[in-house]
């Protein structure tokens, strides 16, 4: 990537794929498909994130591991910062 965009850590997100009524596509969060459910977010603002959540892509894709957590795919070089 351009050495002209930063990477800043410790946004506060709220990110899903289940939003009502917006004038594009949404491709459905796999997990609500596999449950039945529109109940599982990818952040939540100030409390939770997915543990198939593995990030967002320009401009506006979800990165996602689901059927697997993703620290069973997410790579150490794929992170800014030590989790686990």
């Known amino acids: 990537m351009d050495d002209r965009v930063k990477a800043l850590s ?6 899903d794929l289940a939003s009502e009524g917006v004038d594009w596509s ?3 969060c796999p997990w609500n498909v596999a ?4 109940d599982h ?3 939540i ?4 994130i997915c ?3 593995c990030g967002i892509k320009f401009l506006d894709s ?3 591991s689901y059927p697997y957590e993703s620290k069973e795919v997410v790579t150490r070089s794929d992170m800014d ?3 686990w």
């Open 10 to 15: 410790g946004g506060n997100l709220d990110i």
């Open 26 to 28: 949404q491709t459905q």
């Open 35 to 38: 449950q039945k459910t529109n």
């Open 41 to 43: 977010k990818c952040a």
């Open 45 to 48: 603002k100030g409390t939770s």
């Open 51 to 53: 543990k198939y959540f």
């Open 62 to 64: 979800v990165l996602c």
């Open 81 to 83: 910062r030590d989790l």
